[in-house]
């Protein structure tokens, strides 16, 4: 799959600051993401699958409102997830792909989480499922958009986590044990 191909045909062939951003973001969780599987053979990981979903988790941000990273769109940047979801199926790529899209906020989503916390989502889990799923996930809580390369520690993950209630915090936990 030409990753490249696909974010060109949303953000332009050019140069931008959200294309680049976007992109050095993404980077950085495709390495993390393939350190895991590097390091942990054992789960079988689909390396390709891995880096390309990498790249792409994030393609909804462009639709999404958030000045302070160059995205001037109409939406809550809440809703990049499942943006980037309908733009990959629009565009004809697997599902697969557009799952990671959708179930990487957060530590995933609980249909609770939605509901509760009144989320401009529609109530149904968000939740990563698959392995991959997982470890994209993770390897995205390490990495903001605000301090590009730069990767957070474990406790200021955990921090930012904990904000949103302890059952996130308690997944990424689980899966540090897994994954670290």
Not at 42 to 58: C, T, V, W
Not at 146 to 172: A, D, I, P
């Amino acid at each position: 799959m030409d990753v490249l191909k696909i974010i060109d045909h949303y953000y332009g062939e050019g140069d931008s600051k959200l294309k680049s951003l976007l992109l050095n973001h993404s980077q950085s969780v495709a390495q993390r993401a393939l350190k895991v599987a590097e390091n942990h053979p054992e789960l079988n990981l689909d390396r390709e699958f891995l880096y390309d979903a990498s790249m792409l988790h994030d393609i909804g941000i462009i639709e999404c409102h958030a000045p302070s990273i160059y995205c001037h769109g109409w939406a809550d940047y809440i809703c990049h997830g499942i943006i980037g979801s309908r733009m990959l199926r629009w565009y004809g790529v697997d599902n697969r792909y557009a799952r990671v899209c959708a179930r990487h906020t957060g530590a995933g989503l609980t249909q609770k989480d939605i509901v509760c916390q009144e989320l401009p989502l529609h109530a149904t889990s968000l939740m990563p499922e698959t392995i991959e799923e997982k470890v994209i996930c993770y390897a995205d809580k390490f990495f903001s958009k605000t301090h590009l390369g730069e990767e957070k520690t474990l406790e200021h993950v955990e921090r930012s986590l904990s904000r949103f209630g302890k059952e996130g915090l308690e997944r990424f936990r689980q899966w540090h044990q897994i994954f670290s």
